[in-house]
């Protein structure tokens, strides 16, 4: 069974603009942390933002924030003001205690002019 | 202060060789994990090092073995290549405090083409 489920493969926004990339996760366990990372086309995997599943208090880094709904399992990312260099694939993963990251399949992200 | 360097950046083997993948971590990290990525997919993991020894690994063969380093640099290989061995291969570094992993880092990753 899929931990990390990504349900858009793909997405557009048009520069300036904002666009929200959903997750949702499945864990039983009540101490876990959530990430995005950023793998542009030159394939280096970039940590955008972490959210401790402790905090109610959802992260937010710059232009980027998440929306983390406990209850409902979903940790979605928030772009704002988006930017051509904000093209990318845009990974969710889940880290369960001292366990690796599970990724999802992913979302890639075209910002057009 | 240096990130997560792999090498090499490509490789090409043919089915049936082995390789050997390299990961210097990021300075002042102690652990090192390993993922394959294919194309379109998300990151699978492989097996992590701290302390020299494997902590954890993923759903993945033996012919996909490691070791670490007393600096900490690790390496991945893999015998018996097969055609689905050829992906992105990530290595990412972290450092353990009172064994719980921070976040981690990744390298650029080295792409295998077996053929």
């Known amino acids: 069974a899929q931990t990390v489920t990504q349900s858009q493969p793909e997405m557009s926004v048009q520069e300036a603009e904002t666009v929200t990339l959903s997750c949702t996760y499945d864990t039983s366990e009540s101490n876990y942390y959530l990430f995005w990372y950023k793998q542009p086309p030159s394939r280096q995997m970039i940590l955008v933002i972490r959210?401790?599943?402790?905090?109610?208090q959802n992260a937010t880094e710059n232009r980027f924030s998440v929306n983390f709904q406990k209850a409902a399992k979903s940790f979605s990312l928030k772009i704002s003001d988006s930017q051509l260099g904000d093209t990318a694939m845009y990974f969710c993963a889940l880290k369960r205690s001292s366990r690796a990251l599970n990724f999802g399949k992913g979302t890639s992200l075209l910002v057009t002019p | 202060d240096a990130g997560v360097t792999q090498s090499p950046t490509h490789l090409i083997k043919t089915r049936g060789q082995q390789v050997t993948l390299r990961c210097s971590p990021k300075s002042g990290h102690d652990t090192v994990s390993w993922y394959q990525q294919a194309l379109g997919q998300g990151p699978q993991f492989i097996f992590q090092?701290?302390?020299?020894?494997?902590?954890q690994r993923g759903n993945f063969p033996d012919r996909f073995s490691g070791h670490q380093f007393p600096n900490y640099s690790s390496e991945l290989n893999v015998n018996a290549l097969l055609l689905g061995d050829s992906a992105l291969y990530l290595c990412?570094?972290?450092?353990?405090?009172?064994?719980?992993?921070?976040?981690?880092?990744f390298g650029p990753g080295t792409r295998l083409l077996v053929l």
């Open positions: 090092y701290y302390e020299e020894e494997e902590r």
């Open positions: 990412a570094s972290s450092f353990t405090v009172q064994g719980y992993q921070e976040t981690q880092y």
């Open positions: 959210q401790e599943a402790y905090k109610q």
